[in-house]
């Protein structure tokens, strides 16, 4: 994977300590450790200000290992910055204790911008996950006399439950083996996804 070591990962937990259920679990050909040798875990609780974030990505990337001047971790999983936008203390619940809403988005878009700023600018691997919400089409109808009226409601969906707008890199999943990959194990240089023989698929989304 990204690090080759899960002591070197640290997982930021805002949903209820779920993330510890994965420790002793196998995923696939992947067993998670636990106990010593697994990743390093702190539980993130309200209020989820943008500040916070910052100060948590800062903290993480700047961690040493004891005694040594390298870093303590090489990657940093957030599980799930949703709450930064929906939560306690988030970006909307900031807005709305404005009388003003405009003077609301005013003061926490820049605070908003300086998180995503913080996080596209670890010097470490920032990975982030988003709750889902059912994201739904409406289908427009034109009438014989030329009016348009609400047709049928489909599913079209899942959406992340985030700001509109945010930039995620394009990753590329490759048919093919990276140096010295085993065969039945995803390997992630630099980004994008190696998956050689029957790690391959067409469609990864399903």
């Not at 993130?44 to 990505?57: A, K």
Request: aromatic share 8%; hydrophobic share 35%.
């Amino acid at each position: 994977g990204i690090s080759g070591d899960w002591t070197r990962v640290a997982v930021a937990d805002t949903e209820g300590d779920s993330a510890k259920q994965c420790c002793g679990a196998t995923f696939g050909d992947v067993a998670v450790p636990q106990g010593v040798g697994s990743f390093g875990h702190c539980t993130v609780t309200p209020p989820y200000t943008t500040e916070m974030f910052v100060e948590l990505v800062h903290d993480v990337a700047h961690s040493r290992v004891p005694g040594e001047d390298r870093p303590l971790y090489d990657v940093l999983v957030i599980d799930s910055l949703t709450h930064v936008w929906i939560g306690e203390g988030g970006v909307l619940d900031s807005v709305d204790k404005h009388r003003n809403g405009m003077d609301g988005w005013r003061e926490n878009t820049p605070r908003y911008r300086r998180m995503v700023d913080a996080i596209r600018l670890a010097p470490i691997h920032v990975l982030f996950t988003l709750r889902a919400k059912t994201k739904y089409a409406v289908e427009g109808i034109t009438t014989p006399d030329g009016r348009t009226k609400m047709g049928k409601v489909e599913k079209a969906g899942e959406a992340p439950v985030f700001r509109d707008g945010i930039d995620y890199a394009k990753v590329h999943v490759i048919n093919n083996s990276f140096p010295l990959q085993p065969q039945n194990v995803y390997m992630t240089p630099r980004g994008h996804v190696y998956a050689p023989g029957d790690l391959w698929q067409t469609d990864f989304s399903t």
